[in-house]
């Protein structure tokens, strides 16, 4: 055909119509990349269909074949979808689908995977024998493996039940069908389990596709997976986009993961992108996770997925016996209590480890009442209000509702305990001078700026180089240590009061992973929770093991308060480097959309400021976007995509749409 539909990743949302030479004919097929002139200079871009007719006669030839298809079939449909679903060019999408990036491949930064060769040299290990719960998962994955259709599987087992095993086995399974599996970690999951695993059983017919690998090595596991010399394809979100010719079966670790949804650039969340490409390709995907995402329990809730659950440590170990620790009697400000203090003692007399947890990343000063432990919370959003300084208010930041802020609680006069500050370093500081002795190791993004300092400090660790690990949430996540028999969580309010609806969730999935790293040996663990809020349905589901009673519950909830599962999201973020600018233009997008959303039934929550009202040099407001369908929900950002198309958008005031966003602050 004499035209090709050509996606270029700029962010404008359309394809644009070049004619192809004859002497490229042969050539231009869809999924290649090729140059061609945009707007008076050579671009990159993709093929993505050949067209017969032309609507001008003015369309400008293509320049350049740039090589062979780099996309199949599949690989365009799903991003087509993509582009669809994110409301993302669809140029952009495909770029992001290389390794690497298309016009990418120039930003690549070169890296060497230094930690991960001398795994790849250990000799391959054998499969260990299964419990009869693992079995009963494995057996139903590889059924479903053989079977060729669509099934999503949520694959619920408490912290080391051994969910690595039956995606080992899953895995094998689909191997000796033939076909190749994709797995997904999370990205803070260098070190965990599944990566290391995978590695040590199927050796060099498994690749890892993470960005801590150059550029070069993740180009050639790629074009391994395509020519199919790969079982296995590990790797972090982006890994999604892996092209697998005889994908038959995809895991997804640690499901509910909040490092699956990219939030900047192109925003997509790799498990959503992942269990669409197991329904286009009708093969089984396995979402795994001790504490499962509420959007996932209620798809099994409601049998969209299928339930498989390993509700016990494997070898009959215990899960660990956990003890809350209520901050409001202990010193203020004291980041280590008086409990905790003596069982840290305690394990280094006896040189067992233990894991200190602190989750440090609010921005916003939010406030509690030292007194009664009320936390002011937004009338119409049931969200906590932020503290602003000036003027002195408390807001919310979904729908912008203030109220002025005393020095004391607005319920029982206490004093306001304003909950910010402490990071790992002053618990650094504090451990050096109340246990002299402890060797500490800290593992947070500040001690592991340089690539692999990760990874070594987790080896480090794990080889008994230290009596301590204390960091953030990257202490909380798939790590396996088995003489660690204390993890204490030293402020688990941190995530709990966030203006964000997903806050108790998170801390539940916090507190009961990061307890989960506790008495993985031989040796029984004990956890200790310190809050301030050791009433909170979260602090009381996580220490009692209790994912059912708690999720229960914050389905009540959410589908009171019209959250998801049981509605859509999207956001619209403006942002502009002049404050009254952007605030005007939030409140010209609210004006826009507002007979689109009321046609489609859509809730617009704000113009809002967000809590982190000014990130770097540019001043943020968003409206929150909230509807009973995905369809409704993009009807309305279509009209905030038209409006800002238009010139009554400030050309100084960028607009982004989040689809499913899972931050909502
Ligand atoms: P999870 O991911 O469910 O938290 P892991 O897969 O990390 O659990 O397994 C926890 C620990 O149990 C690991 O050390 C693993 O090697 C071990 N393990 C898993 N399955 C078995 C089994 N069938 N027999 C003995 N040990 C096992
Ligand atoms: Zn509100």
Redo the contacts with the bound molecule.
């Keep these: 055909m004499p035209f090709a539909q050509v996606a270029l990743p700029i962010p404008i949302r359309q394809t644009f119509l070049y004619r192809v030479p004859d002497a490229l004919a042969d050539r231009v097929r869809p999924g290649v990349p090729v140059q061609v002139p945009f707007r008076g200079r050579p671009r990159r871009g993709i093929v993505v269909e050949l067209a017969a007719t032309a609507a001008r006669d003015d369309t400008q030839p293509l320049g350049a074949v740039l090589g062979t298809a780099l996309f199949d079939e599949h690989l365009l449909a799903l991003t087509r979808w993509m582009a669809d679903y994110y409301l993302a060019p669809w140029g952009e999408v495909l770029a992001a689908a290389l390794p690497g990036g298309a016009e990418g491949l120039a930003r690549s930064r070169a890296r060497r995977a230094a930690v991960e060769d001398p795994v790849m040299a250990m000799p391959l290990a054998r499969p260990?024998?299964?419990?009869p719960e693992?079995r009963g998962a494995a057996r139903a994955i590889e059924q479903a493996v053989r079977s060729h259709a669509f099934a999503p599987i949520l694959l619920q087992?408490?912290?080391?039940?051994?969910?690595?095993?039956v995606y080992l086995r899953a895995a094998a399974a689909a191997r000796d069908a033939g076909g190749q599996t994709l797995v997904l970690v999370p990205e803070v999951a260098l070190g965990s389990?599944?990566v290391r695993e995978f590695t040590r059983r199927f050796g060099n017919r498994v690749g890892l596709l993470h960005s801590y690998l150059g550029t070069g090595e993740r180009r050639r596991n790629w074009e391994l997976a395509r020519r199919g010399a790969l079982d296995v394809v590990v790797g972090a979100r982006s890994a999604v986009f892996a092209p697998l010719p005889a994908l038959r079966l995809i895991v997804v670790d640690e499901e509910h993961e909040p490092a699956y949804k990219q939030s900047e650039q192109l925003r997509y969340h790799g498990r959503d992108t992942a269990v669409r490409r197991a329904q286009m390709l009708a093969i089984p995907i396995v979402l795994g996770s001790?504490t499962p995402s509420l959007e996932s329990l209620a798809n099994a809730a409601r049998r969209k997925y299928a339930r498989l659950t390993?509700p016990r440590r494997?070898?009959g170990r215990q899960l660990p016996v956990v003890r809350v620790v209520d901050l409001r009697r202990e010193a203020a400000g004291a980041l280590l209590s008086r409990p905790l203090r003596a069982a840290l003692a305690d394990r280094l007399a006896r040189g067992e480890q233990a894991v200190l947890f602190l989750n440090r990343r609010g921005h916003s000063h939010h406030v509690q009442c030292r007194e009664c432990g009320h936390v002011p919370s937004c009338p119409h959003c049931e969200i906590a209000l932020t503290l602003h300084v000036s003027p002195r208010s408390f807001l919310c930041h979904y729908c912008g509702h203030t109220e002025p802020a005393g020095g004391e609680c607005p319920k029982c006069h206490g004093a306001l305990l304003r909950l910010s500050g402490a990071g790992t370093q002053r618990v650094e500081r504090e451990l050096a001078a109340l246990l002299p002795k402890a060797r500490v190791l800290r593992l947070d993004a500040d001690a592991t700026r340089e690539r692999g300092a990760a990874a070594g400090v987790i080896t480090a660790f794990a080889r008994g180089g230290a009596d301590i690990l204390l960091g953030t949430q990257m202490v909380a996540k798939?790590l396996?240590f088995?003489r660690v028999t204390l993890v204490g969580v030293l402020d688990a309010d941190v995530a709990l009061h966030l203006p964000d609806f997903r806050a108790a969730e998170r801390t539940f999935q916090l507190v009961t992973q990061v307890a989960?790293r506790a008495g993985?040996g031989d040796r029984p663990g004990e956890v200790m929770v310190q809050t301030a809020s050791p009433d909170h349905l979260a602090i009381i589901a996580a220490t009692a093991h209790d994912l059912t009673g708690f999720a229960r519950t914050e389905l009540l909830e959410r589908r009171e308060a019209g959250y998801p599962p049981f509605t859509r999201l999207a956001t619209l973020l403006l942002t502009g480097a002049d404050a009254d600018q952007v605030e005007g233009a939030a409140t010209a997008l609210a004006d826009a959309v507002r007979e689109a959303a009321e046609r489609a039934s859509v809730e617009v929550l704000g113009p809002a400021p967000q809590p982190l009202a000014k990130l770097r040099g540019r001043w943020r407001w968003h409206l929150l976007l909230k509807g009973t369908t995905a369809a409704r929900v993009h009807e309305v950002a279509q009209a905030a995509l038209a409006w800002a198309a238009t010139k009554e958008r400030p050309s100084a005031v960028q607009m982004q749409v989040d689809v499913d966003p899972t931050e909502v602050l």
């Design positions: 260990l024998t299964l419990t693992q087992g408490v912290t080391g039940s051994g969910k690595t095993e389990q599944v001790a390993l494997v070898d798939g396996d088995p989960g993985r």
